[in-house]
T-cell receptor, first 118, second 112 residues
Framework: GAVVSQHPSRVICKSGTSVKIECRSL??????MFWYRQFPKQSLMLMAT?????????EQGVEKDKFLINHASLTLSTLTVTSAHPEDSSFYIC??????????????FGSGTRLTVV | DAKTTQPNSMESNEEEPVHLPCNHS???????IHWYRQLPSQGPEYVIHGLTSNVNNRMASLAIAEDRKSSTLILHRATLRDAAVYYC?????????????FGTGTSLTVIP
């Protein structure tokens, strides 16, 4: 089946610094990618929709200047958490539209990035 | 996207069948029903999807009610590796840009 690679899997950063998370579709092209955030024991919350070559669309309540999304190619989207604070500590997950083995209009998800801000 | 309702948690004995229900009473005619599951500290994994007819694959079966207002994911023989949170999601036909909105899902515990 299709693979979406997310890197890094874990990152610890100091408060006030920025962290970049990469999401790559390894064996298919993804014109649309999505970024989610998940707090412990909660469901996934959609943060933004990323379209290749255009600006991301953010969900209500998500600060676009804090969570910078770039989707410069059909296989790579990045999420940068700027000026991170402890409350940004969370599990961040990306997904790509399509991919083999996920059926019609399904999505392939990355394995997630555990961000801890100290 | 239309909303889905699932029980918060369920338990099953190992090697017994599990039926995970999902209500989607506001489903529209072109909505596909997708099921994903999430193991701890991992991203969601595709399980199965369907539109109107029941579906089978190597992982599970999906039974869709005739009026499509509910569906049931069936794991034929639960294993310990099936312990996960299972999400039922509706997906609009014809628009690959549509987002997946996750509900609370059902946390499945498999008892050895």
């Amino acid at each position: 089946g299709a693979v979406v690679s997310q890197h890094p899997s874990r990152v610890i950063c100091k408060s006030g610094t920025s962290v970049k998370i990469e999401c790559r579709s390894l064996d298919f092209q993804a014109t649309t990618m999505f970024w989610y955030r998940q707090f412990p024991k909660q469901s996934l919350m959609l943060m933004a929709t990323s379209n290749e070559g255009s600006k991301a669309t953010y969900e209500q309540g998500v600060e676009k200047d804090k969570f910078l999304i770039n989707h410069a190619s059909l296989t790579l989207s990045t999420l940068t958490v700027t000026s991170a604070h402890p409350e940004d500590s969370s599990f961040y997950i990306c997904s790509a539209s399509g991919g083999q083995g996920v059926g019609i209009y399904g999505y392939t998800f990355g394995s997630g990035t555990r961000l801890t801000v100290v | 996207d239309a909303k889905t309702t699932q029980p918060n948690s369920m338990e099953s004995n190992e090697e017994e069948p599990v039926h995970l229900p999902c209500n989607h009473s506001t489903i529209s005619g072109t909505d596909y029903i997708h099921w994903y599951r999430q193991l701890p500290s991992q991203g969601p994994e595709y399980v199965i999807h369907g539109l109107t007819s029941n579906v089978n694959n190597r992982m599970a079966s999906l039974a869709i009610a005739e009026d499509r207002k509910s569906s049931t994911l069936i794991l034929h023989r639960a294993t310990l590796r099936d312990a996960a949170v299972y999400y039922c999601i509706l997906r609009k036909y014809g628009n690959t840009g549509n987002q997946f909105y996750f509900g609370t899902g059902t946390s499945l515990t498999v008892i050895p």
